[in-house]
Every structure is written in C-alpha cells, then in structure tokens.
C-alpha cells in the first residue's frame, strides 16, 4: 500500500515538472489529444470514440485515471496532503486556527483505523439526529433555501424524501432485519419501514404544488406533528422559541406530510426513535470515505468542509488566480456577446418585453472563480468553523460533528427576523459524499462557479492557446450559461427570482418548437442538460470562429503545435472534457452520447471532418442561435 502510494506521488510530481520545464503548454496538450484518439474509430459517426477512444490504452499520465476529471482532482488531493502532511503555516497570522482544526480533522481522518459497527455508537448517532434534521430528515427532507420569488429571503423547505433516496430505507431494513444487530423490536420497525415507502410511492405522482407558509399556519395545516420539538432540534434552542414566528416554510407533497402524521399515530415514539437511528448510521455510512487514506480523506473534506479546504487550497496552493480569472472573464465576455447576437436575431419571435428579460439576465450573470464567498476578513475564515470541536484520535466523531456544523452554518440566521442571505459571505455548501469538480450555474444567484479543481492541467491552463480554452472551458461555460436559458433555469429572472415573463416564454409555441427536436426519448432532466450541450457548444463555436463564419471558404493555417488537426483541433479538444472510462450501460446520457448529440447539431463539423450528409432541419437542432447560413466570411484561426 504505502509503495504505490509514493508511487503515486512521485508520478505526479514528475508530470508536473516536465510541463513547467518544457514551457510549451500547447505541444503538451497537443500531445495529450493525440495520445487519446482512436484513428480507428469513424469521427463522422461515432465521435466520442475516436476522440477519446483509446484514453485507457495509452501511457500517457491520464490513463492512471478513469477520466480527466480523476486527473484533476488527484493533483489537487496531492497538493493539499502535502500541506496536511507538513507544519507549513502552523502559525499562520490570518487563520491559525481553522488551519489547526483542518490539519486535526485530517489527522484524525488518515490516522484513527475505527470502523462503524451497527450497533456500537448509539449515543454518538443520536448527537447528530439530533442536530441534523432530525425527524426530518428521516421522514421528509429538509433544506435551508431561498424563496422562490425572493432570492435573498431564507426559508425552510420541506419535501417527501426524493426517490432516489429510497435506498436509504432498503438499507436500514437490512440492519434491522439482520439477526446478528438484535434489534428487540424487528417486526414493529419492519412494518413502518414498508408503510412508509408504501406512503411514499403512493405519493411520487402528486402535482408539484408549493405552499408558502408561517409557522403558525404549518400548525393549523399539519396538525399533530410536534413542530416545536422538531425545530427546537433542528435550530438548537428552546422548543418556545418566539423567534420560530418570523419563519417561513415552503411546503412541497403536503397530502403526503397529511397521511404520515395519520401513519405516526400508530407507531410508537421508541419505534420512531430507533428508526432514526438507524437511518442515521446508513447516511454516516455513505458519507465517510469508502477507504481512509491521504487522498481519500482530502476528497472527502473537499465536499464536508469546503471553506476550509478552498481557503488552504486558494492561499497557499493556487498560483493562477489572477490569471485565471482574467483568461476566463474574457472567454465569458466573449460568450455573452455572441449569446447577445442570437438574442438580437430573435428566431422565436419573441416580444420586446421578453427580449428585456433574456438580455437583463444575460448581461446580469456573474462568474465566480472558486467556491469561495466575496468576504475577505481574516476573522471571518478564522472563526467559520469555530463551533466544531475536531479531535485528532476520532474519525467518526469528527464525521458526526462535521455534519452538525455543516447542518449549523445551513441554518445560521434563518431565526432571524427577515432572515436576509448575507451575499457577502455566500458560498456553496450543500455536499456531503462528493464535492463539485465542474463548472456550474445557480439560478436564484444568476452566478457560475468555477471550482478551483477544474482550473489545471489537461483541462485548463490560462498560458494555452485560445483554441483549447475556447473549445474545452468555452463549451463548460457555455453549457452553463445555457441552463440559465432552458425551460426550467427560465423561469428565474436577472436577480434569481420566479418570473411571469419567464413562463411565458417557456410556454410559448416557438420556444416549446425549439426544444422538441432534443426531446427524444429524454427524461426532463437530461432535457435541459442536452439543450444546455447543444447550445453551449454552439455558443462556444461561434464565439472562436465568429459569428457568420463558413467552414466551407476559410483557409486554415497550420498551428506551431499542430499541424494536422488544425480546426478539428477545436471539436477534439472540446472532447476532452468527455474522455474517460464509460461507465456500464445505464441510461441514455452517457458522455459518448453527448459528445455525439453536441457535434452532430454543429453543421460545420460536418463540413470539418468531411462527413458524408451535413445534418439540416429538423434533424439539425439549435435552440437560440439563428437558423439561416448567412454571408460567409474570411476567419482564419
Ligand atoms: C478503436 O475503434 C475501433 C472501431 O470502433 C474499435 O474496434 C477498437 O476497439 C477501438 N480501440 C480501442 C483501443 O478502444
Ligand atoms: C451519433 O450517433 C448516431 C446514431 O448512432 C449516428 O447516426 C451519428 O452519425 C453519430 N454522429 C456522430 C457525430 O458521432
Ligand atoms: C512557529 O513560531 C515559533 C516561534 O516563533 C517558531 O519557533 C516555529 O519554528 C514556528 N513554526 C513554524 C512551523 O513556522
Ligand atoms: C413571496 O410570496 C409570499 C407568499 O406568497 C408573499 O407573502 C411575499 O410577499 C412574496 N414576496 C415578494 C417579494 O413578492
Ligand atoms: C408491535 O405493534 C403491535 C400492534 O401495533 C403492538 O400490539 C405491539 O405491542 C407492538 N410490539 C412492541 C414490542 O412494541
Ligand atoms: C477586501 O474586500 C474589500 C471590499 O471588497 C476591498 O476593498 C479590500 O481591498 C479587500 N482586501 C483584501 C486584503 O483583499
Ligand atoms: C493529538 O492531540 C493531543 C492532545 O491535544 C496531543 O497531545 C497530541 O500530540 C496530538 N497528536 C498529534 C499526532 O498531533
Ligand atoms: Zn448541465
């Protein structure tokens, strides 16, 4: 174990060096492209193959990984176990102290061997029931949020568990129906456990319907359930509290909350209680890293504690943030204007009004670099996990403490009159089994954070030639710009609040049009994410080649570092993003498929790569950009 750890480590130091040593940033990811295509494949009818065909093949450094994004955070991981590793900073003068209890909370993460037993920490579990949702969670979901027409109002949601988490009580079922875990009252427990999935199935189908509720009305619609008991837990004060009048609830699947409260009438309070126990041990279980090492333990701190391991990561780590974050305003300046320009042409014959609001919105949108929020005080890093008490001998207390804090920092002010959300000091703080390595965009912020993870090599370099940003993060950022514009990020306005002219425009026959040619066979879900995809690549493609540019008629010149692919360079590059290992045959929207769907609607890749039929309407999809070919003009690369 610990020589293919070193193994590890030297491999990436090594790759590292040679890419600072031979300055040439572009011959490096020329090379890496090269190494990962399959010239056996057919670009013109299976793109992904061909452009990522042989990553597992090769021996470049990429195929230690199952993908690009493996790569990423693997570099990341090995940076932050060395500082883990060393005293660097123990006496830091900005944040000592969160530094301290980070370095403790990993010690105690590699070192401590303990393992759950299913029976072992009842007490211990019972800490944070407490302190997490408690009943809620277990029940129903709960989440601290915004409101939907007000996105600086915090509010508390309540939802039916989701069915992906189903599992959950499979799991828990299985503990309690194991003989070996005794429980004294298995069959009372089993029976509430198949009543409420039963509950919970019965429900999946209901209308979406929200209620916005004070908390004197959750008592009058919701009778019988002890609200005061259950928020005394969840916020950690007295169950009298005045300050639980000034909450406001946003109250989704309420027949289905009607029918549990007549379900816990017949289950007994210890039933209930050692149920939630149980659920808790199967959350805890899913939330510790699988196997406890250096890396596996930074991962994991990555997504439980993010403001600590981005503060370390952003001061003492991360070289390029100015860089960076200069390389990346451009390429999204870039994308609005030609994200402008289809607006302009308004294809969808929308009014004047709604043309307000989709350029409102896109000249609103921001783009953070980094999970970290605006505010800078040293005492405000310092202090952020201040409430936390880590240990550096116990690992699974520290885990049940770190979902306290994680659950506290959520709530903190929503007991305040007018709950406001202090933008300054936002940040996302919603993992818990795995952090986000890729760009992504909030609607109730109008925001896209670039995790800092996603800003390295092979994925993003800002010393890079324009034609790998532009293809690989323009197409990212594309893509999530794009969200902001597909049926559901619509309906949001400018400042992240639910608007009329949204659904209006969602509803309206041209845009309903635009969307039917990505529907398929597809899930809403991997609706928007194929509209936000073919969008996104053709916002990116235009962007780099300009707007009215014609395939046919440009002369491309060779590139130093490439003169083969030459504009190719741009669709196999965008691929990248995309190569790794496939996972096994699931669903539909698999990256091979999305790689196909994106550049088979981009009719110059055609042109490009010299396919047999370029696609045309309607098999050609394209949501927002004008249809017409239009004059071609001159472009060279
Ligand atoms: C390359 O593509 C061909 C044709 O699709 C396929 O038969 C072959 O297995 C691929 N090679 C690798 C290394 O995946
Ligand atoms: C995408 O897949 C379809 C169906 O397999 C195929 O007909 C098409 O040629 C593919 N396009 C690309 C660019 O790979
Ligand atoms: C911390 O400060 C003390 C006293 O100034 C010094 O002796 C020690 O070497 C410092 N440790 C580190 C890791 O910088
Ligand atoms: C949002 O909705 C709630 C409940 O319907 C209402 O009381 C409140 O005034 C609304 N706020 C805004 C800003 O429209
Ligand atoms: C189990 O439930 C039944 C029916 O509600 C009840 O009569 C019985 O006392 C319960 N058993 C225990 C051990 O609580
Ligand atoms: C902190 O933020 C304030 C306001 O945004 C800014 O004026 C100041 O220069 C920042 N300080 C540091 C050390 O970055
Ligand atoms: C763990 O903490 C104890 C008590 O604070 C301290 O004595 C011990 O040196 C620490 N161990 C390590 C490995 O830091
Ligand atoms: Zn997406």
Redesign the pocket.
């Known amino acids: 174990m610990q020589s293919a750890l070193l193994l590890g480590f030297s491999l990436a130091l090594v790759l590292v060096a040679s890419i600072e040593a031979d300055v040439d940033i572009n011959r490096a990811t020329a090379n890496q492209i090269r190494w990962n295509i399959n010239r056996t494949a057919s670009p013109c009818t299976d793109f992904w193959s061909f452009a990522c065909g042989n990553f597992v093949n090769h021996n470049s450094p990429a195929s230690k990984y199952v993908d690009n994004f493996g790569w990423v955070e693997d570099q990341f991981a090995t940076a932050l176990v060395e500082f883990m590793e060393s005293d660097l900073k123990a006496n830091d003068t900005q944040a000592p102290q969160l530094i301290h209890q980070m370095r403790t909370y990993y010690q105690a993460c590699t070192r401590d061997k303990k393992q759950w037993t299913p029976v072992d920490p009842p007490e211990m579990v019972q800490l944070w029931a407490r302190a997490s949702s408690g009943p809620l969670g277990i029940a129903f979901d709960e989440r601290a949020d915004v409101a939907t027409n007000d996105s600086t109002r915090r509010v508390v949601q309540l939802t039916m568990p989701e069915p992906r988490f189903r599992y959950r009580m499979l799991r828990a079922l299985q503990f309690i129906e194991n003989p070996k875990n005794n429980y004294?009252?298995k069959?009372?427990l089993t029976q509430f456990i198949k009543d409420l999935k039963e509950l919970q199935d019965k429900h999946r189908f209901d209308e979406p319907t929200v209620y916005t509720w004070t908390y004197k009305e959750m008592f009058e619609q919701i009778p019988h359930l002890s609200w005061a008991e259950i928020l005394s837990e969840l916020f950690e004060v007295n169950r009298n509290s005045p300050l639980f009048k000034d909450l406001v609830f946003e109250v989704s699947n309420v027949e289905y909350f009607r029918d549990l409260v007549q379900l816990l009438k017949?289950v007994?309070y210890e039933?209930y209680r050692e149920y939630a126990r149980v659920h808790h041990l199967v959350v805890l279980e899913e939330a510790e890293p699988m196997f406890r090492n250096p890396k596996s333990c930074i991962h994991h701190m990555r997504a439980i504690l993010p403001l600590g391991i981005n503060y370390i990561y952003n001061r003492f780590v991360y070289e390029n943030r100015e860089q960076d974050t200069r390389r990346l305003q451009e390429i999204f300046t870039m994308l609005k204007a030609t994200f402008k320009k289809y607006f302009e042409a308004n294809r969808l014959e929308l009014n004047a009004e709604m043309l307000a609001y989709l350029e409102a919105k896109l000249t609103g949108m921001q783009l953070k670099v980094g999970n970290l929020p605006e505010e800078n005080s040293s005492e405000f890093y310092n202090l952020h996990y201040e409430s936390a008490e880590f240990k550096n001998s116990t690992f699974l207390e520290n885990l049940i403490e770190a979902l306290t804090l994680r659950t506290r920092l959520q709530h903190a002010g929503l007991l305040q009159p007018q709950a406001r959300l202090d933008l300054r000091r936002y940040y996302v703080n919603d993992n818990v089994f795995k952090a986000r390595t890729s760009p992504f965009y909030e609607n109730e912020r109008n925001t896209i954070t670039v995790p800092m993870e996603f800003l390295q090599f092979p994925l993003f370099d800002h010393r890079q030639h324009p034609i790998f940003q532009e293809s690989l993060m323009g197409a990212v950022l594309g893509h999530e710009m794009s969200h902001a514009f597909e049926q559901e990020g619509l309906l949001f306005d400018s400042s992240g609040n639910e608007s009329p002219i949204g659904l209006q425009i969602v509803e309206s026959k041209s845009f309903q049009e635009a969307i039917k040619c990505a529907r398929g066979k597809k899930s809403p879900v991997s609706l928007k994410e194929c509209v936000a995809d073919i969008n996104g690549l053709q916002l990116a493609y235009d962007s780099f080649f300009g707007f009215n540019s014609d395939p046919r008629t440009v002369e491309y010149l060779p590139y130093a570092f490439d003169a083969e692919f030459k504009s190719k360079l741009f669709y196999l590059s965008y691929a990248q993003f995309f190569c790794g290992t496939l996972p096994p045959v699931l669903g539909h929207d698999r990256d091979d498929e999305r790689v196909n769907v994106s550049v088979g609607n981009l009719r110059q890749f055609a042109y490009d790569f010299q396919c047999r039929q370029p696609p045309s309407p309607p098999s050609l999809c394209e949501i927002w950009r004008p249809r017409e070919e239009t004059e071609p003009a001159k472009l060279q690369p």
């Open positions: 004294q009252n069959d009372n017949f007994k039933d």
